[in-house]
């Protein structure tokens, strides 16, 4: 047993007594076959007629809830779309029929003429938010407003003010709060199932490689053209931690940054894109060829050609942003986050937003008076300490329909149509007021992460 000391010995045979000894009093929770009742679905009202609707931006979101539109059953139907990618342009206009004269490039020219629509979905990137939803506004149109609502706290209070004094309904897509597993989790929280809520331990694990695509070489990877990605990914997370403890939240601290995607980590002699012949492009796992076309590890919509073909992709990698080196690139996004929330009354919350991951679904623990909940985005296990028994909810088997975000895409943009078309902000699960809540400590969240874990106080103005 070289390398090891009796103390070692006798040490790890203590460690081994106390696991057995624990384990016969933390392990005897029974799994029982009891039902938990799926969270109540909202019945959808008919709309005298369906809205209409522009889309500025036909990207990834924009294009995803044009999609949407097409379902009879959504009662949307979109009129117009802004959008500077000419086959993207051409998808809107043959998906939905859109003429010649409600087709723009720029989300700026659909406001050059006077509203002919009910609603604006501005699906553009996190820095031309701000801009076409104060414009939206101004012009008397509803919003859905993809996340986050725009790139500083004064541009949220701007826009908050200007829908109050216009009367506008705006959605913002915050689509987890949609989702079934989360309406459930948020449901026996609300029911008092596991007593009162004391405590939360959340986590979004992003996935190395998502990372990379979307934080380092796509449009979120760096603050001054997008956000924090503590707001750009996990304001969705932010924003349901505040649901479920639905109370204020009084203090917030945080710790962070970016320590992987660097340059002192780029291999020797590695160039500054992929394709400029990298030295080490059989063992790095970040390679864009491999990762885009020969592995096809990751999806290439973000990448624009028309051509959709390996070659057109291999050539777009070559001078791109996509197939730049992840190690030689101007992102300064954090990779990896802390952040511990103290609300009205005691309760706190330990959240981290994790790069380096090799899955996804966040991982979520309620801890309270009465019982705990242990979530995967998939299996919620409901453990209750009188009865020493446990019941797992598992999402697929009461709900079909999860598309994306599991499923919360589809109905926020189903509730949003009917607060829209009843003039009646009460169909969205949080209005833009509250949406604000988790953005504000987002924003100050990251005033702490840079102020080396400073507390903040975080107090919601009156707007």
């Known amino acids: 047993m070289a390398g090891f000391s009796r103390r070692d010995v006798l040490k790890g045979a203590g460690v081994a007594a106390g696991t057995a000894m624990f384990g016969s009093v933390l392990g005897d929770f029974k799994q029982v076959q009891g039902e938990l009742p799926p969270p109540k679905q909202r019945k959808y009202e008919p709309i005298k007629k369906p809205i209409t609707a522009v889309i500025c931006g036909y990207g990834g979101r924009g294009g995803y809830y044009g999609s949407m539109a097409t379902n009879p059953e959504a009662q949307v139907e979109i009129v117009g779309v802004a959008e500077p990618v000419d086959y993207r342009t051409e998808l809107a206009v043959s998906r939905h029929k859109i003429p010649k004269e409600n087709q723009f490039v720029t989300w700026e020219h659909v406001f050059d003429r006077p509203k002919f629509a009910d609603a604006i979905i501005i699906g553009t990137p996190d820095r031309l938010h701000y801009g076409p939803a104060m414009r939206a506004l101004e012009m008397g149109y509803n919003l859905l407003l ?16 200007l829908a109050k004094k216009k009367g506008a309904i705006v959605g913002v897509c915050h689509v987890l709060r949609y989702a079934p597993y989360f309406v459930q989790m948020h449901a026996l929280v609300e029911q008092g199932v596991i007593g009162d809520l004391v405590s939360i331990q959340h986590m979004e694990p992003i996935h ?28 969705h997370d932010l924003d349901i931690i505040k649901w479920l403890m639905n109370k204020p939240c009084e203090r917030v601290s945080s710790f962070g940054g970016l320590k992987y995607f660097q340059r002192d980590h780029a291999p ?42 390996p070659q057109s992709i291999l050539r777009e990698l070559e001078k791109g942003d996509y197939g730049r080196c992840v190690y030689h690139n101007d992102n300064d996004v954090a990779d990896h986050q802390v952040v511990n929330l103290q609300f009205e009354g005691g309760g706190t919350c330990a959240f ?6 090799s899955y996804g679904g966040r991982r979520t623990r309620l801890m309270g008076t009465l019982g705990d909940v ?50 009646d902000d009460s169909f969205l699960s949080v209005d833009l007021a509250g949406a604000m809540e988790s953005h504000l400590i987002g924003f100050e969240a990251e005033r702490s992460r840079k102020a080396d874990g400073q507390v903040r106080k975080i107090v919601m103005p009156k707007v």
């Open 352 to 357: 981290n937003m994790e790069a380096m991951t």
């Open 374 to 423: 242990v979530g995967d985005e998939r299996f919620l296990d409901v453990y209750n300490f009188e009865k020493r028994e446990m019941i797992r909810w598992d999402v697929q088997k009461d709900f079909k329909d999860l598309g994306g975000h599991g499923g919360g895409d589809e109905r926020m943009f189903r509730d949003w149509a009917q607060a829209v078309g009843h003039q």
């Open 146 to 161: 993809e996340k986050p609502i725009a790139q500083s706290w004064k541009e949220c209070e701007d826009i908050l003010r």
């Open 208 to 235: 190395y490689l998502h990372f990379a695509h979307s934080y380092v070489r796509g449009p979120w990877h760096n603050e001054k053209d997008s956000n924090p990605s503590l707001l750009a990914k996990s304001c």
């Open 268 to 309: 020797m002699g590695a160039p500054t894109h992929c394709l400029d012949g990298c030295p080490v492009e059989d063992s790095c796992i970040y390679h864009a060829g491999n990762v885009y076309v020969q592995k096809k590890l990751w999806g290439t919509h973000h990448i624009v050609t028309r051509d959709r073909s």
